[in-house]
């Protein structure tokens, strides 16, 4: 008797569309809600405040500096609160406890977080300060024009003087023509200047010796406001970004160096470079929107 073969079937699978299923619709979830959260986050920024806004980075930048530093040692120890965004968060090193526990606690107000900006904002105006005269004391072709060059903190911000003495002007007599020290000064100063965001105004200073009588159409009113801009050029050709220069002003002799010097004292002849403040900055943003807001049509 033969030996029976095994019988083999071949099954052949035809190709066809697969089917997806619904993964599809997961990644189209997700893009709906990254959509929607996107726009919520614009619709925040475009209804917030300002001072919300900077309530809410201050949050982020140090969410437990801001709560503690109004409050007494023996809360501060156990409890942070803070306030941002509209919410209250309270934690504690042994975990959540009632706002009832925690005593007389001091709410962030917007009034406190401007106090904190403008302390940090004349932390760098000074760090800035020392910077620069570490500069001019370091540098050789500064340090011989240091007794010209004078730095304080103003109301305003930052002051950097640059004025005249006898034998060594900053500019040609009776003209905006710059000399070769003012141009080396200014373009040595300005890449400190332009580190910080902080924008600049520029004041031109003469002093009171008139001009010739034939000279009527060019006086001293002239003549400081284009030294003033003589210097904004050397400023920027030195790096200070030519968008943080807020005003560029002439004043004359109508404000001396001080009040006990000479009128015709060369160091009311000056060059002040004020790297304001926010508040300064405002105020002058502020003015000139309401001038032009009342200027008649």
Known sequence: MAEQQPIIIKKIKRSGHVHHGGAWKLAYADFVTAMMAFFLLMWLLGTTSEQ??????????????????????????????????????????????????????????????????????????????????????????????????????????????????????????ASAETEPQIKLILRALAPAINELPNRVSLNGHTDARPFPPNQKKYTNWELSSDRANAARYELTRGGLAEQKILRVIGLSSSVPYNADTEPLDPINRRISIIVMNKKTEQEIVQNVVEDTETAPP
């Open 52 to 173: 919300d806004r900077k309530g809410i980075a201050e949050y982020f930048h140090d969410p437990f500096a801001s709560s503690t530093e109004d409050r007494g040692a023996d809360v501060g120890d156990r409890t942070s609160i803070i306030q941002a965004g509209g919410s209250d968060i309270t934690s504690q090193d042994q975990g959540q406890v009632d706002k009832g526990m925690i005593p007389e606690e001091k709410q962030i107000t917007a009034e406190d977080i401007e106090h904190k900006a403008e302390a940090i904002e004349m932390e760098k105006l000074e760090d800035l300060k020392e910077k620069i005269q570490h500069k001019i004391e370091l540098t050789p072709e500064l340090s011989e024009y240091k007794d010209q060059i004078k730095l304080e903190i103003t109301s305003e911000g930052l002051r950097i003087l640059i004025i005249d003495a006898q034998n060594r002007p900053m500019y040609k007599l």
